[in-house]
């Protein structure tokens, strides 16, 4: 991760310019049943998409609010970091993918017994969206359902 002093002029301007949302506490549900019992999804904002997936597009005017669903059997090291921040050392997501999306980590806690299972979807997000009002009102409503339709118990928040 680059010091502040590292990045460009204009990006260490944005974000000290930048308007941050503040969130104040969030309802957290208490789990109804043991972890070795649970599905897990992940949920990252790495911006990863499996081959054949679309890129994010950079040029949506406060961040692509959209997201990728990526299968539960897709091999990692075949997912495309497509994150359009440079605010951030790449080096290390490119030579292992899990650092952003831990999918293989996960299929090793199931095959151990401490999860019950991975779910058959998971969710890749765009990080760096200065204008989250779209994804909190389109994206995130569509993600949590097909979350809740898979019989997801957890979902591992990954941010980048």
Known sequence: MPRLSD??????ATLKLYRWRRLGNRAWARLARPLGECRVAICSTAGMVEPGQPPY?????????SYRVIDGETAVASLIDSH???????????????LAFPLDRLRELAAAGRIGSVAPRHLSF???????????????????????????????????
């Open 7 to 12: 990045l460009p002029l204009s990006l260490r």
């Open 84 to 98: 359009r921040s440079a605010a951030y050392d790449h080096a290390g997501i490119e030579r292992d993918a899990n």
């Open 57 to 65: 597009d950079s040029s949506v005017k406060g961040g692509d609010f």
């Open 126 to 160: 765009m990080g760096s969206i200065t204008a989250p009002n779209r994804l909190l009102r389109r994206s995130a409503p569509e993600a949590a359902a097909l979350l809740v339709a898979d019989q997801v118990d957890i979902v591992l928040l990954v941010p980048v």
